[in-house]
């Protein structure tokens, strides 16, 4: 009996599946958050309806911050060995993390606007966070100059390390500032165990992986979208010019 060879599976098919089991639990996880936030989680005693927002408030902070130590992480590569892939995975990191930088800025405005009244205030949380998205806004506008070769290159890594240092500042501008903005919930280890409800609690982390594998697919996405455009533009310049066909001479009638 005539044995079958096993089908090859091309790295195309795996990265599907992959992207495919991603986008899957990234579904099923933000099904289970929106209904732990909307049905579960209980008002806030203080800030009654309007403590919902933290829900995509707190998570898309959360994703800012892990996108850009995910730039920090890939410059400092392309700095150590220059990479074409490296500068892939900042640029994709970068955009996703400007976007929730500024869904974090336009929850934080809705959410304030509702508890303290104001759409915006000077506060020590509200103007480092835009710094932030400011920043990290004209390092994608720096990666979309022509950047591949000499100084440039560098110059863009180096910022894109100097950069992360606004997010320290970020996250403790609550803790060494008087501010309007409360204190850290639930990453805040010098006030013992974090006082929010447990259903609360249970809602937010629900959020928070959801929004997390949402960024990571997001990233992904723009990995290979950005790997792709690089392959095309090799071929182009690899592929020879067309060579037109001389027309043929005429004959001279005698």
Do not use: K
């Not at 509702?114 to 020590?124: E, K, L, N, R, S």
């Not at 560098?154 to 970020?170: E, N, S």
């Not at 500032?177 to 010098?190: K, S």
């Amino acid at each position: 009996m005539a044995s079958h060879a096993a089908t090859p599976v091309s790295p195309a098919d795996t990265r599907g599946r992959d992207l495919f089991r991603i986008l899957s639990a990234a579904a099923a996880l933000t099904t289970a958050g929106a209904l732990a936030a909307a049905v579960l989680a209980p008002p806030d005693a203080v800030q009654g309806q309007w403590q919902r927002l933290m829900y995509v408030h707190v998570p898309a902070a959360w994703l800012a911050y892990l996108c850009f130590a995910g730039v920090l992480a890939a410059c400092v590569m392309d700095l150590r060995r220059r990479s074409s892939g490296s500068v892939r995975w900042a640029t994709a990191a970068a955009e996703v993390g400007v976007v929730a930088t500024a869904v974090t800025l336009v929850s934080g405005s809705v959410w304030g606007r509702g508890v303290w009244g104001v759409w915006w205030t000077w506060d020590a949380r509200l103007v480092s966070t835009a710094v932030m998205f400011l920043l990290y806004l004209c390092y994608v506008a720096l990666l979309r100059t022509d950047a591949d070769e000499g100084r440039v290159r560098r110059r863009t890594a180096v910022f894109g390390c100097a950069a992360f240092a606004i997010v320290p500042v970020v996250h403790f501008s609550v803790l060494w500032w008087n501010t309007l903005h409360q204190r850290p919930t639930i990453l805040d280890a010098t006030s013992g165990p974090p006082p929010i409800d447990p259903r609360m609690a249970l809602a937010l982390s629900l959020a928070v992986v959801a929004v997390s594998a949402i960024g990571l697919l997001a990233v992904l996405l723009r990995v290979d979208a950005l790997g792709r455009r690089e392959r095309t533009a090799r071929a182009c310049l690899i592929a020879p010019a067309p060579v037109e066909e001389a027309a043929p001479a005429q004959v001279r009638a005698r």
